[in-house]
């Protein structure tokens, strides 16, 4: 990988990456559509002389075209919010993979579970069978299904799948994102689903360094990956170690069907959250089998770890 462009740079699984590639020392470009966006990241990371930025609308192929001059390796970060997702999400796709097969690009999709439906294995491996039952798991399989399509024969894709994330960079888009930054500016917080049952969770950074390493391998591509996280963690244990990183024993409420629903009167999105909670009362769980067999060992900082220094760090930014 000599060169890398980073779609979606400033949302949260983008500005990781990025944050990664640029460690490595790898000559990259953050593209987004907000130029304030890209300067502040770029300024978070030092302005290394190796990051440029490039401002574009990753609908229009040609705008990732033109900043992808140079580069080998597309990761597409981007995505669109909930409640667009059904009519956005492939035709973001379709011009991300147009861009990459007209440069015969290698293109790293990062995505999440939400294609293979109901828990059917202990420890989900690459094979688990993909039967989603809601309308945004099967928007994410025939999203899937069309990013291997024969007809981007130049380009090569691979998927990486993600569980639910976390980290200094998680936004919204997260749902342990916007509980942790409220945790750690003080206020009274909310958590998306059930509390006592535990779940997966990754720390961005680490699956930030596993998504490179897999970036890196010609053989990894035109395949799924998975990248787990440290294990499984209640609700009410974030709450604990989020709560004694930031010194806050403000409320922290936990959202069921009812409040999400009360909540998405005014705040679209949220709404959206609903069909998805299954996912929060019966965790499915990824295996990193493949990965530690075919590419090493699985980073997993510990959650108390990796809470702490993402409270630490939003705490800075306030």
């Known amino acids: 990988m000599k ?8 949302g949260g699984t983008g500005a990781s990456v990025t944050e990664e590639l640029v460690r490595r020392g790898i000559r990259t470009v ?6 304030g966006k890209l300067e502040q990241l770029k300024a978070n990371l030092g302005n290394p002389y190796h990051l440029a930025i490039s401002v574009g609308d990753a609908f229009r192929p040609n705008d990732i075209v033109t900043a992808s001059e140079g580069a080998d390796v597309l990761f597409h970060c981007a995505n669109v919010p909930y409640h667009e997702m059904v009519s956005k999400l492939i035709p973001l796709g379709e011009s991300v993979m147009e861009a990459a097969n007209r440069l015969g690009l290698k293109v790293v999709v990062v995505d999440g579970i939400y294609p293979y439906g109901r828990r059917q294995m202990d420890r989900a491996t690459e094979d688990h069978p993909k039967q989603p039952h809601t309308r945004k798991g099967k928007i994410r399989l025939a999203y899937e299904e069309m990013l291997f399509e ?8 691979m998927i990486v799948r993600l569980p639910d994330y976390y980290g200094p960079t998680a936004n919204e888009a997260s749902y342990l994102g916007s509980t942790l930054e409220a945790i750690a500016a003080g206020k009274m917080a909310f958590f998306i689903g059930n509390m006592r049952v535990p779940r997966e969770y990754v720390y961005l950074p680490d699956a930030a360094f596993m998504i490179a390493e897999l970036a890196a391998r010609d053989e990894a591509y035109g395949e799924n990956w998975h990248v787990p996280g440290a294990g499984l963690i209640s609700g009410r244990e974030i709450v604990r170690i989020a709560r004694q990183a930031s010194g806050s024993s403000k409320p922290v409420i936990p959202l069921g069907r009812g409040g999400l629903s009360l909540l998405g009167m005014a705040v679209p999105v949220m709404k959206e959250v609903v069909e998805m909670l299954y996912l929060t009362e019966e965790p499915l769980v990824l295996s990193g089998d493949k990965y530690k067999r075919l590419i090493g060992p699985v980073r997993a900082t510990s959650f108390e770890e990796g809470i702490t220094n993402t409270v630490r760090a939003l705490k800075k930014k306030k």
């Open 3 to 10: 060169k890398a462009i980073v779609v979606g740079a400033t």
């Open 30 to 35: 953050a593209f987004g559509r907000s130029r």
């Open 150 to 157: 024969a007809r981007w024969s130049q380009a090569k894709v």
